[in-house]
């Protein structure tokens, strides 16, 4: 009778009506797709639905109704221009005073007088440069950090990269330094005005982070011309915003003891900030540094292409007439130089803050410093009258180029049945039908699912910037390239995820996996993206086979590594209590451990599609047909309207794929009860 009782007064659950819409959704889409015009493989029967001949309005975008939006950036670029020539003077001629300061040290010495009784100062000696790199290595990091740094800077000039390299060198130690300084401040005012922060800095946070790096290249210029202060200004704004990140982020974790003692000792605001706040926050800062680091040296590549000096410049000019050799000398070169930066700002990162002792000589204080300058002044002295010691002199310098070129076309020859066996399949069976069922989607379908999922995650709070940034691809003019975009890095992105969650899951569950795929992950994050595409061109060609292989390379990384850390992450007890229930290491893996991983899994998926995007634009360099395209046109036409619409409408891609996912991710966080 009372379980009768209990029965009665249980709460009936209704089924979730969601399942059945999407049923009706799906059908409905089938019911419409329009095959594509170049044959591609689509059901023959979709094109008798007659919907296309009652509505074409749902397929082309009305002409008419298109937003000039390109004309009217375009005029407003051009009128800002003529207006403001002064200030971007102005700030050229600031610019380039750390500018010729740090090329005049790293490459071209400094002049002082005219004629015959000028002063010339030599540059840094390449042999100085390389022991004060080994210097700064051990002191911070032991003698394994001294010879990857030593080693490092010795294949720069063995492998005849010095000149261009000092010349990276140069733009990224004065990008770096600025990115850091104004990202901490925009940090702090991010800190002190919450509501600013949450208003105005973190949407522009992410619509920089998720805007493509060549979007920045147009407007820099348009206002600046081609050269290095053009390559230095978008070099500082792309690397920035991991700082602001990072500061907001490690003074709001500062725990609020230390900021009560810092208010009790009598602190003023300004001193409780810099004093206490700051070096509290010192790591999270620091982590910082280290991504705005990697960002800078990403885009000191891509900046070659609007004047940056460099092995950018090597790199691509290399890639555009096919010299893989003289390409891989120069990646590696840009490799090397990342991952050293990356290896001693992690070492500087992980050192204890250092007691400051009042009355200490300066030369207690900073050895280092004066190692490292005393070294300089050495070997710089020495190279007057060695000249072999300022600059690598060619009969030291070796090359791999020839070899490299004679092994590529070797494998080629050998391997080509096979490589094009694979492309080709690629191409038909994957490729192919996903392009085609794409572009056969009416653009007011796609903007009714994507704002249907909003409205099923987030309500209409999430539903309606969904669809007005869907609309505005489509309003723009450029929904076919936003197609392509979405084709390609989709496509990718699931390649990436099938190669990297498995190997998550190996690291999560095995010591020895997880160190050497720890060493993967940070290698491939560390490797600058168009370094990536020498692989693909080696073994595919141009092409969108070739650029989908750069895309899985860079965005694999996320996937393994957000897998990984989401198992080690489940709670010990939970496993271990699941061990006592009886449950097989398979058991334990999909029963508990994956759906408690599942929010920290999706955030890897998430930034998947984040890196899928930045690679895809770089991509558009070997003959994709996508938004990277209209912005590689616009550089070249010095097209800004157009370079910034279609930098926005990938920004809007990337912004629409995170906030469905977040969404997604926080309502499993819930359905699980976690934090």
């Known amino acids: 009778m009372s379980v009768a009782a209990d029965a009665g007064r249980r709460p009936i659950q209704r089924r979730s009506p969601w399942p059945l819409v999407w049923l009706l959704v799906l059908v409905a889409i089938l019911l419409v797709l329009r095959p594509a015009d170049d044959g591609l493989p689509l059901p023959s029967w979709l094109s008798r639905n007659g919907f296309e001949a009652a509505f074409p309005w749902a397929y082309s975008y009305p002409r008419e109704l298109l937003v000039p939006l390109q004309q009217w950036i375009g005029g407003l670029v051009g009128w800002a221009i003529t207006s403001f020539m002064a200030v971007t003077r102005l700030v050229t001629t600031v610019t380039q005073v750390p500018l010729n300061l740090t090329f005049g040290l790293l490459e071209r010495g400094f002049k002082f007088g005219v004629g015959a009784e000028a002063t010339v100062i030599p540059p840094l000696s390449w042999l100085g440069v390389t022991a004060a790199a080994a210097l700064i290595g051990r002191a911070y990091g032991g003698w394994r950090l001294a010879l990857l740094l030593g080693v490092s800077f010795l294949y720069l000039a063995l492998f005849n990269q010095w000149t261009s390299a000092v010349r990276t060198l140069a733009l990224v130690s004065v990008a770096i330094p600025l990115s850091a300084v104004f990202g901490i401040l925009v940090g702090i005012w991010g800190y002190r005005s919450p509501a600013i922060n949450r208003r105005f800095i973190v949407p522009m946070l992410d619509l920089a982070q998720a805007t493509p790096t060549f979007a920045y290249l147009v407007p820099m210029l348009m206002f600046f011309g081609t050269n290095p202060v053009s390559a230095l200004l978008s070099v500082v704004i792309y690397a920035m915003p991991p700082m602001v990140r990072n500061t907001t982020l490690g003074l709001q974790q500062v725990p609020s003891e230390v900021q009560d003692f810092g208010r009790m000792a009598g602190c003023t605001r300004r001193q409780h900030m810099w004093r206490i706040l700051l070096p509290s ?190 609309l505005f691809c489509a309003a723009t003019g450029l929904w076919k390239e936003t197609m392509i975009t979405v084709y390609l890095c989709g496509v990718s992105s699931f390649v990436a995820c099938l190669i990297g969650m498995p190997l998550g899951v190996l690291a999560a569950r095995n010591e020895t996996a997880n160190n050497i795929l720890g060493v993967v992950v940070d290698t491939l994050q560390t490797i600058p993206l168009f370094v990536l595409l020498i692989p693909a061109v080696m073994l595919l060609r141009v092409g969108d086979v070739a650029a989908m292989l750069g895309i899985v390379l860079y965005a694999v990384t996320p996937a393994i590594f957000y897998t990984n850390q989401g198992i080690r992450e489940v709670p010990p007890s939970l496993v271990e209590a699941a061990s006592m229930a009886g449950c097989t290491r398979r058991q334990l893996l999909w029963r508990v451990q994956m759906p408690l991983a599942l929010p920290k899994i999706m955030l890897g998926v998430n930034q998947v599609l984040m890196f899928a995007i930045a690679m895809d634009i770089i991509a558009a360099m070997i003959g994709t047909q996508d938004l990277g395209q209209a912005i590689f046109k616009a550089r070249a036409k010095a097209d800004a309207g157009l370079g910034i619409v279609a930098g926005l409408a990938v920004a809007f891609i990337g912004i629409t794929a995170d906030r469905l996912i977040g969404a997604w991710s926080r309502r499993v966080k819930e359905r699980y009860g976690l934090d």
Do not use: C, H
């Not at 940056?308 to 840009?334: F, R």
């Not at 710089?380 to 060619?394: C, Y």
């Not at 096979?418 to 796609?446: D, H, M, Q, S």
């Open 281 to 470: 926050a010192r790591k999270s800062i620091m982590d910082g540094l280290n991504q705005t680091n990697n960002a800078a040296m990403n885009m000191v590549i891509i900046a070659s292409l609007i004047g940056a000096p460099g092995l950018g410049q090597d790199v691509l000019l290399a890639l555009g007439s096919q010299k893989i050799g003289v390409a891989l000398e120069a990646g590696i070169a840009i490799v090397l130089i990342a991952i050293a930066f990356d290896r001693l700002i992690k070492a500087i990162a992980a050192q204890p803050p250092s007691m400051y002792r009042p009355g200490l000589p300066i030369w207690r204080r900073y050895p280092l410093v004066l190692q490292v300058i005393a070294v300089l002044l050495a070997t710089t002295l020495l190279a007057l009258a060695i000249p072999e010691l300022g600059k690598p002199p060619k009969s030291m310098t070796v090359t791999t180029a020839p070899y490299v070129d004679a092994t590529v076309k070797w494998v080629t020859r050998t391997f080509f049945d096979y490589i094009e066996a694979v492309r080709v399949f690629i191409v038909l069976n994957i490729l192919k039908p996903t392009k085609a069922f794409l572009l056969a989607l009416p653009w007011i379908a796609v903007a009714g699912m994507l704002g249907l999922a909003g409205w099923q995650l987030g309500g209409a709070r999430l539903a309606a910037p969904i669809v007005a940034m869907t």
